[in-house]
């Protein structure tokens, strides 16, 4: 016990008291003689809520996902609904992914909702995402909650929290919930369940789901080439087998290639080294599948069926696999065309964006006629637009994390959707004679060549989490001046809500929430964003250059161009 900090070693003693079961007694009393470290790390702080909600390793410890921080998350949600709500009969919908625990946990989260007279719909097994926000407004809910980890290795386990309008929680309901979750004691949890207020749920939502992302994701392509394109399709063991084939199915798409290996959902994961669509190996099984059936289209999704990667053939008919913005500024393109060619754009719509996304997409939008919102990360303040300007269409919204969101009758980015949306691109573009690739390129020709890459570092643990304080505090210290060779001219910081024009000196104000977010312009119209992860132990850089490209005979030589500047940018800043 002597070797693990006196403020730490309080908090563990408070779960040795009769409030907590005899396991959790017991876990804590083996690891505070066999790996006081590790105990340490379990309760050094209180889990938080970050970007995707409330993620953590599953385990014993306020800092890690159990029955009681979920029980304590929901005994607090349930407290702030019936403040909020004082005379309704208030509903709440609960689903949950393909992870180890996450049924059982999805239970204790319904048993203390219940617990507190409040109605419970249960999913009675395992549903993608953004099906919990669409049901959650089809059943006139107040609120809805999701156990899932996202993409996150197998012992990570995860809260999301959403609100009426079908969105995930934002100001001032956040703060205001995790304040009132603050006040609790674990002792508050009311943990017995009442049955009587717990509704399992299944097919009957899923089928009006299914429809609904039918008639949101399809546009007027022929049956002829429906059945032409050769699609390959994995869920990576995850969530989105319970939707996508079916939805598939459903819009006319009967050419589909399921790798088998990772049909079946496990939270182990065992295929994949991460279940992680931006990972290129995550689609190395359905890449070798489509080349087998020589397959036109390659498209997986994440454990909770929110994110997708997609690859095509290239102008040599090789599989490549898109980057997320790649992949947005397509499907943005297309639903442009889509209004555009209806004569329903008149100045009244919008497209929703983040800070680390390419800027590419506000020229594309432009060129439309058409505002793009730039939010910060998070498909949740691209939902928070759509609630804060009511007058206006919102076409569709995206953000470089493979997340995509079609219209607005989901409010999170939902892969069901857009897997169908890539598949009427990629059926369209067949269908005349051209590919998916050959459009990318044709928009870059159109609005400037656009290239980005994300890199990534891991720092896990108590260390890992100062260690990344530290870096964003360096660089808020002592800014870079220029990045391989140009001048940087402008810098962004979310945190200081303040805006730098470094040549006038000249200070202006950021009017969006604050975030740990710094991002550096230069002259050559480069663009560098630092952020610490909200959802896992990394700090991402976000690399963005670009130049003109005058025609597709150029694309190589342009393309190799720009991945050198990056290469120079990534030299200068050690990475």
């Not at 279940?275 to 390659?298: F, Q, S, Y």
């Not at 060619?341 to 432009?366: A, D, E, H, Y």
Request: with cysteine; proline share 4%; hydrophobic share 35%.
């Amino acid at each position: 016990m002597a070797q693990i900090n006196a403020e730490i070693l309080k908090r563990i003693e408070s779960w040795l008291t009769p409030t907590f079961d005899n396991d959790t007694k017991q876990n804590i009393k083996n690891r505070l003689v066999s790996n006081p470290k590790d105990l340490e790390e379990s309760f050094y702080k209180d889990l938080e809520f970050g970007t995707g909600g409330m993620r953590g390793v599953m385990g014993v410890g306020t800092n890690r996902i159990n029955k009681y921080t979920l029980g304590k998350n929901s005994q607090g949600l349930s407290n702030y609904l019936k403040q909020s709500f004082p005379s309704d009969q208030i509903k709440v919908v609960i689903a949950y992914d393909c992870r180890h625990n996450s049924k059982s946990l999805a239970k204790v989260v319904a048993d203390v909702f219940s617990a507190n007279n409040i109605h419970v719909y249960l999913f009675e097994d395992l549903r993608a995402t953004p099906e919990l926000s669409f049901a959650l407004k089809h059943l006139n809910c107040h609120c809805g909650i999701v156990l899932t980890a996202s993409h996150n290795p197998p012992e990570y386990n995860g809260y999301k929290v959403y609100w009426q309008d079908g969105g995930q929680l934002v100001p001032p309901q956040d703060a205001e919930i995790i304040a009132e979750i603050n006040r609790l004691d674990y002792a508050e949890i009311k943990f017995k369940a009442k049955d009587n207020h717990i509704e399992y749920i299944g097919k009957h939502v899923d089928d009006v789901f299914i429809d609904e992302s039918v008639k949101n994701g399809s546009f007027d392509t022929s049956a002829e080439a429906k059945q032409n394109l050769n699609v390959v399709f994995t869920s990576l063991h995850g969530t989105s087998i319970t939707a996508v084939p079916e939805t598939l199915k459903r819009a006319g798409y009967t050419n589909v290639h399921i790798v088998e290996e990772q049909r079946e959902p496990n939270g182990d994961f065992p295929t994949v080294k991460s279940p992680n669509p931006e990972e290129p190996e995550a689609l190395k099984m359905a890449m070798e599948l489509a080349e087998k059936v020589n397959g036109d289209i390659v498209i997986g999704t994440d454990p909770d069926c929110d994110r997708l990667g997609v690859a095509v053939r290239n102008l040599e008919n090789e599989l490549v696999i898109l980057n997320g913005n790649q992949t947005m500024l397509l499907m943005t393109d297309f639903l442009l065309k889509q209004w555009n060619n209806s004569n329903r754009i008149n100045g009244n719509q919008f497209v929703g964006s983040t800070i680390v996304s390419t800027p590419m997409i506000s020229v594309l939008t432009k060129a439309y006629k058409v505002e793009t919102k730039i939010g910060l990360t998070g498909f949740k303040w691209i939902a928070k637009m759509i609630k804060d300007f009511p007058q206006l269409d919102f076409i569709g919204g995206g953000e470089e994390s493979f997340g995509f969101m079609v219209g607005d009758f989901v409010r999170d980015k939902d892969a069901v959707t857009s897997t169908l949306l890539a598949c009427e691109i990629a059926a369209q573009a067949k269908s005349k004679g051209i590919s998916v690739y050959k459009e990318l390129i044709d928009l870059y020709i159109a609005h400037g060549f656009y290239k980005e890459r994300l890199v990534s570092l891991t720092k896990k643990g108590i260390e890992g989490a100062n260690e990344i304080k530290q870096m964003m505090v360096d660089a808020r210290e002592n800014p870079l001046n220029e990045l391989n060779g140009s001048k940087v001219i402008k810098i962004e910081d979310y945190l200081l809500s303040v805006v730098k024009h470094i040549d006038s000196g000249r200070e202006t104000t950021i009017d969006i929430p604050k975030s740990n977010v710094l991002i550096y312009y230069t002259e050559d119209g480069s663009k560098i964003a630092l952020r610490p992860s909200g959802t896992e132990p990394k700090i991402k850089f976000y690399i963005s250059v670009n130049t003109t490209l005058d025609n597709l005979s150029a694309f190589a030589k342009t393309d190799q161009f720009l991945e050198n500047r990056i290469e120079a940018i990534l030299t200068d800043m050690n990475l």
